[in-house]
């Protein structure tokens, strides 16, 4: 069965350090994978999506950047970080094609100080 | 621009009694319905998917589909505590990006003991 993880699970961060989110998928291969952020009282705003290695596009302009270094491999990173990047941040996973859903893993929840 | 509107609730109901989630889509090219269910503080999780018009029933839930008004329910029966939690209805529309999901704000559902 496919697992996805996620760490880490809380961050604190003050403003302006960076910031590094990995996600990881196993017992699948070539994914759809997705980074979400969840503000509080929020719904789940899409912020990056792969289709494949080194394969990125941005849905909402902003100070953060994402990389896919190996299949099953998502990341999310900032250069400095601004208080509204608080927020819990969901990576998700799909299949490359087809109708079926997304699959989100545990989040990460990030407080900017 | 692709929409999904959901009452936002609370929805509250007794135990033992059917709760009715509601939610309606933009775009009449979709093809893909999802409900997830999210616990204060954790990810969403993926209780019910449906394609095709009517109804779809997974134990204490039922799906309902209606293309031609453009709308997508879940019925849970038996309601429990347990199924205190914000409900995600997700559309998949199709054409360019169809591999991408548009989630609603939720609605939020508190079953009283």
């Known amino acids: 069965s496919q697992t996805i993880h996620q760490w880490p699970a809380t961050l604190v961060q003050p403003v302006g350090s960076p910031l590094s989110l990995e996600c990881t998928v196993e017992g699948t291969s070539n994914p759809n994978l997705y980074w979400y952020r969840q503000a509080a009282g929020r719904g789940l705003q899409l912020l990056f999506y792969?289709?494949?290695?080194?394969?990125i596009s941005s849905e909402v302009p902003q100070n953060l950047s994402a990389s896919r270094p190996q299949d099953r491999q998502f990341i999310l990173s900032s250069k400095k970080l601004l208080l509204s990047d608080s927020g819990f941040y969901l990576c998700?996973?799909?299949?490359?094609?087809?109708?079926?859903?997304?699959?989100f893993g545990p989040g990460t929840r990030l407080l900017v100080l | 621009q692709k929409e999904v509107e959901q009452n936002s609730g609370p929805l509250s109901v007794p135990e033992g009694a059917i709760a009715s989630l509601n939610c309606t889509y933009s775009?009449?090219?979709?093809?893909?319905f999802f409900w997830y269910r999210q616990y204060s503080g954790k990810s969403p999780e993926l209780i019910m998917s449906?394609?095709?018009?009517g109804d779809k029933e997974d134990g204490r839930f039922t799906a309902q589909l209606n293309k031609a008004s453009q709308y997508v329910s879940l019925l849970i029966r038996d309601s429990q505590p347990s199924d205190s939690a914000t409900y995600l209805c997700a559309v998949k529309y199709s054409g360019a990006g169809s591999y991408q999901l548009t989630f609603g704000k939720g609605t939020k559902l508190s079953v009283i003991p």
């Open positions: 998700a996973w799909s299949v490359r094609r087809g109708r079926e859903a997304q699959y």
């Open positions: 792969s289709v494949g290695i080194g394969q």
């Open positions: 449906i394609y095709s018009n």
């Open positions: 775009d009449r090219g979709s093809q893909s």
